[in-house]
């Protein structure tokens, strides 16, 4: 039989060098992983993860690690298209995924105020944000989204203070089809049953509700 004593120090040895193996979420986002296309977060998404309006590119900061985690897989496997993300997450590792997703979840995102279907709604994107068009059956985007579109667990984003050209950018993803990954393709039948004009007019609805304040 192995001696006690060295079955510990052989187990603290191995705690050591898995230690020494740990991925830093942190270096991902700020450097990029390990292997040649794996760039990092913060070219794209702002170095505070708040995103780039002016290019389009979302916030990160604040959102569920397994919302984006899925994400991340979605575009290695082609259910969600896009030509910068898809090379950069196929360059990720399991671990790297895992370790920045955590560390992006745990970064300081905003808080809006959380509005809700009882506040009075004027203008096109107002009205299909908090009342919808069941008309054609769409429901209110608060409904999923939560109020304010302040976001709903890892299957349903926040949308309030996203920039409104990455909204629309999404819907159209969904009218045409190249995404879809969401919900037993509940998005797909929301965006297909939008016009053009309402796609752009909801997306800077949810685009204005700026952050009220930074959560510590």
């Known amino acids: ?30 450097q990029g992983g390990t292997q040649p296309g794996a760039t990092a977060c913060l ?44 090379p950069l997450a196929k360059a990720l590792s399991e671990d790297e995924i895992t370790a920045v997703t955590g560390t992006l979840a745990a970064m300081p995102g905003p808080k809006t105020q959380a509005i809700g279907r009882s506040q009075a709604a004027s203008g096109v994107g107002e009205r299909l944000a908090l009342r919808g068009a069941w008309e054609r059956q769409v429901p209110e985007c608060v409904s999923c989204h939560g109020p304010g579109g302040v976001g709903v667990g890892v299957a349903f984003p926040p ?40 796609v752009t007019a909801v997306a800077d609805y949810f685009a204005s509700l700026q952050p009220q304040e930074t959560r510590p």
């Not at 039989?1 to 942190?26: K, T």
């Not at 604040?62 to 030509?83: E, I, N, T």
């Not at 159209?172 to 309402?198: F, Y």
């Open 43 to 86: 070219a794209c998404h702002g170095a505070d993860a708040m995103g780039l309006a002016p290019a389009g590119f979302p916030r990160l900061a604040g959102l569920p690690a397994g919302y984006l985690a899925k994400q991340l897989h979605d575009f290695r496997s082609g259910a969600r298209s896009s030509p910068v993300m898809q």
């Open 1 to 30: 039989m192995i001696p006690l004593d060295r079955m510990l120090l052989s187990g603290l040895m191995l705690l050591i060098a898995q230690s020494a193996h740990a991925v830093d979420g942190q270096k991902v986002f700020t």
């Open 159 to 198: 949308l309030a203070g996203q920039p409104a050209g990455y909204l629309v950018a999404q819907l159209n993803a969904w009218r045409d089809g190249s995404r879809h990954n969401d919900p037993n393709d509940l998005m797909g039948h929301v965006a297909k049953s939008l016009s053009a004009e309402e």
